[in-house]
């Protein structure tokens, strides 16, 4: 019989614990579940009436794996959930995670989560702007970080502050609080920087996804503002080999990375980072820290 636990005053059925999800480390869903309980309080703050996608991995990483937007089967009906329009007509409804009944409740489904630029109160109005720097083999997250003081710089120069994040596979992600303005704006905003970042520094950086061009260079991925799309929320495990975590960074680490293992973090690298850090993505959470977004 699956354990009964109660959080928050609601009881949750915790199934197979001693699953074993990363062979390689030897993972438990246990560990993970225990991963997200011991995060709460610094995760939660960044989902805040973001509508969540899930990246499901039930059998581990090298199993059968799937996303969804769509509210997953079974779901309780205390979990709150968001309306979601389309640019069909149509509306979706999609997961929030508000406190940690519901996210234990998501985890135990074993998920990455995903979130878009904008929340729920005013959907397609971002208020994040966010790159996804994407290495080429043999390219690594090094020269992520070249790309990445590039568009800091560039950035700064418009006014705007941006935070580092591993993505927690191969890149690096750079989000940016702003004024809410359209995921119209943002994607074009983030367009126009990425074609001058491939022109200042042309062999490294590319802004076109097209494979053939990506081989030991660093894809500035734009696209991600689009208000459909969304990016792997900070401090999320990830569906890899390994239980690495979309890991916030400090600016040195960004310089001083000269080896792609230098900013692989696991699990169980977060609560001592916290210790030494705490939250670097905690100004994101800050509206003051909000500027407004140039034209395009």
Not at 33 to 42: E, G, I, K, M
Not at 111 to 135: N, Y
Not at 180 to 209: N, W
Request: charged share 20%; hydrophobic share 40%.
């Amino acid at each position: 019989m699956s354990p009964i636990t109660v959080v928050e005053g609601r009881r949750l059925s915790l199934t197979n614990l001693d699953k074993v999800l990363y062979p390689q480390t030897g993972t438990t869903k246990g560990e993970v579940l225990h991963y997200w309980t011991t995060t709460a309080d610094v995760i939660l703050p960044h989902l805040r009436d973001r509508p969540l996608s899930f990246l499901r991995f039930p059998d581990g990483p090298d199993g059968l794996r799937f996303f969804t937007k769509n509210l997953p089967p079974g779901t309780p009906s205390w979990v709150t959930t968001c309306e979601v329009p389309h640019t069909s007509g149509e509306t979706t409804r999609q997961v929030l995670l508000p406190d940690l009944s519901a996210l234990v409740w998501a985890a135990n489904l074993v998920v990455e989560l995903h979130a878009p630029q904008w929340t729920c109160d005013d959907p397609g109005s971002a208020d994040r702007l966010v790159f996804d720097l994407d290495p080429g083999e043999p390219a690594t997250i090094v020269e992520c970080c070249a790309a990445a003081r590039w568009l800091r710089d560039r950035l700064a120069a418009d006014g705007l502050h941006a935070y580092a994040k591993t993505s927690g596979s191969k890149g690096l992600h750079l989000v940016v609080p702003i004024e809410r303005t359209s995921s119209l704006h943002t994607t074009a905003y983030a367009k126009t920087l990425a074609v001058e970042g491939r022109a200042a520094l042309p062999d490294l950086v590319v802004h076109k996804m097209t494979k053939a061009l990506r081989p030991g260079k660093v894809f500035i991925d734009f696209s991600q503002n689009a208000a459909a799309k969304t990016t792997a929320v900070a401090y999320t495990l990830r569906a890899r080999a390994t239980p690495t975590v979309s890991t916030p960074v400090t600016w040195d680490e960004v310089a001083d990375c000269t080896a792609p293992g230098q900013l692989s973090f696991l699990f169980s690298d977060i609560a001592p980072r916290l210790e030494s850090h705490g939250d670097l993505m905690a100004p994101l959470l800050d509206p003051r820290r909000a500027r407004p977004l140039p034209a395009a």
